[in-house]
């Protein structure tokens, strides 16, 4: 009898959570993420297989049901799911006009929300986070200090901020300098 | 910090989010293999280094990670013009109304 191992599944910083009055950080739960490439037409018909339509323009995003599409670049986006498993996501057939890559494990990510989260952010993130610039629902890859995330703008007061697994727990350490420093 | 206007995301960015890649408008050969070794060592290693106005190549890399081309002027640092790569390079009488 051979004995099959288990592998266990583990979530960086899971459950973590951080608050100051103005700020607080939390891990976000696990979710599906898709890294999308495509041509005009692939989009089309992702968008269909999906139920929500991949955005066009720059730095848009679009929503439905828990499911998100994030622009990345011209021909490049994001999809986070936050009910199912990425396997349910990807199209059951292949094309020659998208790729679709299963991410869901190389990143995680925190939500950043409170009255003070933009300038929270702004610690390592050198753009300019006003509604203005920077309004509910726009995404954008950028920097956060030395480790490129994916920010995207949820509410007024609330940020999602993708990255890699491996800088999770640097990324943690400057969000809670940076709302440490708020309330300061 | 420089802002530098990315023509794919159609916003300004700070300059962190990019990276240089080089002089722009450098047409590889068809045929490579019968340049002689001057004409290769021309095209392959040889850039300008202009005092004034430079056509560079850059590349959105912590954002859409598209590569464009950009006219910057190397003693003020200031970004005149950007546009798409493959889109022609603006002729001299355009770069001289950009610097008026």
Known sequence: M???????????????????DAVTIEAASPAARLSIRATKRGVTSLSKSLGLTLP??????SKKAGRHALWLG???????DEKLAAEDLIPKRASREFSVVDVSHRNTAFIVSGDDAATALNAGCPRNLSLKAFPVGACSR????????????????VFRVECWRSFAPYVRDLLCEGAKDVRN | MLLIHCPYCEDDRPELEFANAGQAHVVR?????????????????????????NLERWRHIHGCGRFFNAVRHTVTDKFLKVYRAGEPR??????AELLK
């Open chain 1, 2 to 20: 051979t004995s099959v191992a288990k592998l266990v599944r583990s979530i960086p910083l899971n459950g973590f959570r951080f608050a100051t």
């Open chain 1, 56 to 61: 066009a323009d720059p730095s848009k995003s």
């Open chain 1, 74 to 80: 011209p021909d490049e986006w994001l999809v986070v």
């Open chain 1, 142 to 157: 950028t920097l956060f200090g030395k480790a490129e995330i994916i920010l995207y703008r949820t509410g007024r007061t």
């Open chain 2, 29 to 53: 050969p068809s045929h490579m293999s019968e340049m002689s070794d001057e004409d290769f060592e021309g095209m392959f290693f040889i850039r300008d280094n202009p005092k004034g106005v």
């Open chain 2, 90 to 95: 603006p002729t001299d009488a355009e770069l």
